[in-house]
Protein backbone atom coordinates (compact mmCIF):
# COMPACT_ATOMS: atom_id res chain seq x y z
CA UNK A 1 0.00 0.00 0.00
CA UNK A 2 3.20 2.46 1.32
CA UNK A 3 4.75 1.39 -2.20
CA UNK A 4 1.44 2.61 -4.44
CA UNK A 5 0.63 5.73 -2.33
CA UNK A 6 4.26 7.10 -3.41
CA UNK A 7 3.97 5.73 -6.87
CA UNK A 8 0.63 8.00 -7.04
CA UNK A 9 1.77 11.15 -5.41
CA UNK A 10 4.72 11.44 -7.57
CA UNK A 11 2.79 10.98 -10.98
CA UNK A 12 1.04 13.90 -10.32
CA UNK A 13 4.07 16.65 -9.91
CA UNK A 14 4.70 14.95 -13.84
CA UNK A 15 1.26 15.25 -15.24
CA UNK A 16 0.96 18.72 -13.95
CA UNK A 17 4.38 20.05 -15.45
CA UNK A 18 3.67 18.20 -19.00
CA UNK A 19 -0.14 20.47 -18.75
CA UNK A 20 2.29 23.73 -18.36
CA UNK A 21 4.20 22.69 -21.15
CA UNK A 22 1.52 22.15 -23.61
CA UNK A 23 -0.38 24.94 -22.42
CA UNK A 24 2.73 26.96 -23.07
CA UNK A 25 3.02 26.29 -26.54
CA UNK A 26 -0.43 26.79 -27.44
CA UNK A 27 -0.26 29.99 -27.48
CA UNK A 28 3.30 30.14 -29.85
CA UNK A 29 2.61 30.33 -33.38
CA UNK A 30 3.68 26.68 -35.41
CA UNK A 31 6.42 27.22 -37.40
CA UNK A 32 6.26 23.50 -39.56
CA UNK A 33 5.37 24.12 -43.05
CA UNK A 34 2.28 22.78 -44.56
CA UNK A 35 4.22 20.97 -47.49
CA UNK A 36 2.86 19.87 -50.30
CA UNK A 37 -0.15 22.90 -50.42
CA UNK A 38 2.76 25.60 -49.05
CA UNK A 39 6.00 25.68 -51.12
CA UNK A 40 9.12 25.77 -49.31
CA UNK A 41 11.12 29.59 -50.19
CA UNK A 42 14.59 27.72 -51.49
CA UNK A 43 18.07 29.64 -51.53
CA UNK A 44 18.80 30.94 -55.27
CA UNK A 45 21.62 28.00 -55.20
CA UNK A 46 19.83 25.00 -53.87
CA UNK A 47 20.61 21.96 -55.65
CA UNK A 48 17.76 19.72 -56.77
CA UNK A 49 18.09 18.55 -60.39
CA UNK A 50 20.91 18.69 -62.52
CA UNK A 51 19.45 20.10 -66.30
CA UNK A 52 20.91 19.25 -69.62
CA UNK A 53 21.29 21.79 -72.62
CA UNK A 54 22.38 19.52 -75.01
CA UNK A 55 22.81 21.82 -78.27
CA UNK A 56 26.31 22.87 -76.27
CA UNK A 57 27.48 19.67 -75.26
CA UNK A 58 30.43 18.59 -77.25
CA UNK A 59 31.01 14.74 -75.55
CA UNK A 60 33.98 15.33 -73.83
CA UNK A 61 33.19 13.07 -71.30
CA UNK A 62 34.55 15.44 -68.78
CA UNK A 63 32.00 15.31 -66.59
CA UNK A 64 31.76 11.43 -66.38
CA UNK A 65 35.15 11.33 -66.06
CA UNK A 66 35.26 13.85 -62.81
CA UNK A 67 32.01 12.26 -61.33
CA UNK A 68 33.22 10.62 -58.40
CA UNK A 69 30.16 8.38 -57.95
CA UNK A 70 30.27 7.21 -62.05
CA UNK A 71 26.68 8.06 -62.33
CA UNK A 72 26.79 10.02 -66.15
CA UNK A 73 26.82 8.16 -68.99
CA UNK A 74 27.53 9.23 -72.40
CA UNK A 75 27.43 7.80 -75.75
CA UNK A 76 28.16 9.53 -79.09
CA UNK A 77 29.72 9.24 -82.81
CA UNK A 78 31.79 10.89 -85.23
CA UNK A 79 29.80 12.52 -88.43
CA UNK A 80 32.01 14.32 -90.99
CA UNK A 81 31.20 17.73 -92.28
CA UNK A 82 32.02 18.33 -95.59
CA UNK A 83 33.86 21.45 -96.81
CA UNK A 84 32.81 25.06 -97.53
CA UNK A 85 32.00 26.34 -100.97
CA UNK A 86 34.58 28.88 -99.95
CA UNK A 87 36.74 25.20 -100.14
CA UNK A 88 38.92 23.75 -96.69
CA UNK A 89 38.64 20.20 -96.56
CA UNK A 90 35.86 18.02 -94.37
CA UNK A 91 36.10 17.59 -90.49
CA UNK A 92 34.84 15.33 -87.82
CA UNK A 93 32.10 16.83 -85.06
CA UNK A 94 30.89 14.74 -82.09
CA UNK A 95 26.86 13.84 -82.36
CA UNK A 96 25.53 13.11 -78.64
CA UNK A 97 23.30 9.92 -78.62
CA UNK A 98 23.14 9.46 -74.62
CA UNK A 99 23.38 11.77 -72.43
CA UNK A 100 22.07 10.15 -68.73
CA UNK A 101 22.14 10.93 -64.86
CA UNK A 102 21.58 8.16 -62.73
CA UNK A 103 20.47 10.13 -59.50
CA UNK A 104 20.28 7.47 -57.20
CA UNK A 105 23.55 7.04 -57.14
CA UNK A 106 24.52 11.20 -57.48
CA UNK A 107 26.01 13.02 -54.65
CA UNK A 108 24.87 16.09 -55.79
CA UNK A 109 28.41 17.87 -55.54
CA UNK A 110 28.15 20.17 -58.38
CA UNK A 111 31.77 19.10 -60.07
CA UNK A 112 30.27 17.84 -63.49
CA UNK A 113 28.94 21.43 -63.42
CA UNK A 114 31.58 23.15 -62.49
CA UNK A 115 33.89 21.19 -65.33
CA UNK A 116 31.69 21.39 -68.08
CA UNK A 117 33.89 23.90 -70.42
CA UNK A 118 30.91 24.44 -72.78
CA UNK A 119 27.78 25.35 -70.59
CA UNK A 120 26.29 22.55 -71.02
CA UNK A 121 24.95 21.36 -67.16
CA UNK A 122 22.85 23.58 -64.71
CA UNK A 123 21.66 23.37 -61.75
CA UNK A 124 17.68 23.92 -61.28
CA UNK A 125 15.91 23.97 -57.74
CA UNK A 126 13.20 21.49 -58.48
CA UNK A 127 13.43 18.38 -56.34
CA UNK A 128 10.14 16.54 -56.23
CA UNK A 129 11.35 14.10 -58.42
CA UNK A 130 10.91 11.19 -56.27
CA UNK A 131 9.92 7.60 -57.68
CA UNK A 132 8.31 4.68 -56.75
CA UNK A 133 10.74 2.43 -58.79
CA UNK A 134 14.86 3.57 -58.32
CA UNK A 135 15.25 2.54 -61.57
CA UNK A 136 13.32 5.51 -62.82
CA UNK A 137 15.68 7.96 -61.01
CA UNK A 138 17.90 7.29 -64.18
CA UNK A 139 17.17 10.47 -66.12
CA UNK A 140 17.98 10.01 -70.06
CA UNK A 141 19.08 12.97 -72.37
CA UNK A 142 15.29 14.17 -73.13
CA UNK A 143 14.08 14.66 -68.81
CA UNK A 144 17.29 16.27 -68.54
CA UNK A 145 16.79 18.51 -70.96
CA UNK A 146 13.03 19.38 -69.96
CA UNK A 147 14.50 20.52 -66.30
CA UNK A 148 16.05 23.82 -68.43
CA UNK A 149 13.14 25.47 -68.62
CA UNK A 150 13.17 25.94 -64.80
CA UNK A 151 16.79 26.86 -64.41
CA UNK A 152 16.45 30.45 -62.77
CA UNK A 153 18.76 33.42 -64.38
CA UNK A 154 22.25 33.70 -63.30
CA UNK A 155 22.39 36.85 -61.01
CA UNK A 156 23.48 40.05 -62.16
CA UNK A 157 26.95 41.45 -61.40
CA UNK A 158 27.77 43.39 -58.57
CA UNK A 159 28.07 47.09 -59.23
CA UNK A 160 30.79 48.20 -60.06
CA UNK A 161 32.45 44.96 -61.54
CA UNK A 162 34.49 44.52 -64.58
CA UNK A 163 32.08 43.03 -67.84
CA UNK A 164 32.56 39.57 -68.60
CA UNK A 165 35.41 38.77 -71.17
CA UNK A 166 32.84 37.40 -72.94
CA UNK A 167 30.46 40.22 -72.90
CA UNK A 168 33.27 42.63 -73.63
CA UNK A 169 34.26 40.43 -76.56
CA UNK A 170 30.53 40.46 -78.20
CA UNK A 171 30.31 44.44 -77.42
CA UNK A 172 33.21 45.15 -79.53
CA UNK A 173 33.35 47.31 -82.77
CA UNK A 174 34.54 45.59 -85.85
CA UNK A 175 37.84 46.33 -87.59
CA UNK A 176 37.42 48.50 -90.04
CA UNK A 177 40.01 48.58 -93.25
CA UNK A 178 43.04 51.00 -92.95
CA UNK A 179 42.10 53.33 -96.47
CA UNK A 180 45.49 54.72 -97.90
CA UNK A 181 45.91 58.62 -98.14
CA UNK A 182 48.17 60.61 -100.13
CA UNK A 183 50.60 60.34 -103.18
CA UNK A 184 50.43 56.59 -102.67
CA UNK A 185 46.78 56.12 -103.06
CA UNK A 186 46.82 58.58 -105.90
CA UNK A 187 49.29 57.27 -108.04
CA UNK A 188 48.86 53.55 -107.70
CA UNK A 189 51.37 51.26 -106.28
CA UNK A 190 54.33 53.07 -108.57
CA UNK A 191 53.81 56.15 -106.56
CA UNK A 192 53.85 54.41 -103.12
CA UNK A 193 57.15 52.75 -103.64
CA UNK A 194 58.66 55.76 -104.88
CA UNK A 195 57.33 57.67 -101.97
CA UNK A 196 58.73 54.58 -99.65
CA UNK A 197 62.16 55.03 -101.62
CA UNK A 198 64.82 57.81 -99.93
CA UNK A 199 65.21 60.52 -101.90
CA UNK A 200 68.28 60.43 -104.44
CA UNK A 201 71.37 62.34 -103.48
CA UNK A 202 72.59 64.91 -106.04
CA UNK A 203 76.16 64.21 -107.93
CA UNK A 204 78.87 65.97 -106.46
CA UNK A 205 80.54 69.13 -108.48
CA UNK A 206 83.63 68.40 -110.54
CA UNK A 207 86.10 71.08 -109.14
CA UNK A 208 89.08 69.32 -110.88
CA UNK A 209 90.20 67.64 -107.75
CA UNK A 210 89.10 64.20 -108.34
CA UNK A 211 91.55 61.82 -110.30
Given at each position: MAGSKKRGRSLVPGLVKGMATTARTMTRPAHT???PDVKP???PRSRGVIALLAENCTSCMLCARECPDWCIYIDSHKETIPAGPEGGRDRQQNVLDRFAIDFSL???CGICIEVCPFDALFWSPEFEY?????RDLLHEKDRLGEWMPT???PPA????????TEVAAANKPARTPRTRTGPAAAGGP???ATA??????PPAADDGTAP
Open positions: QQYDLPCMYAELDIVPPLTAGAPEADAAASPPAR
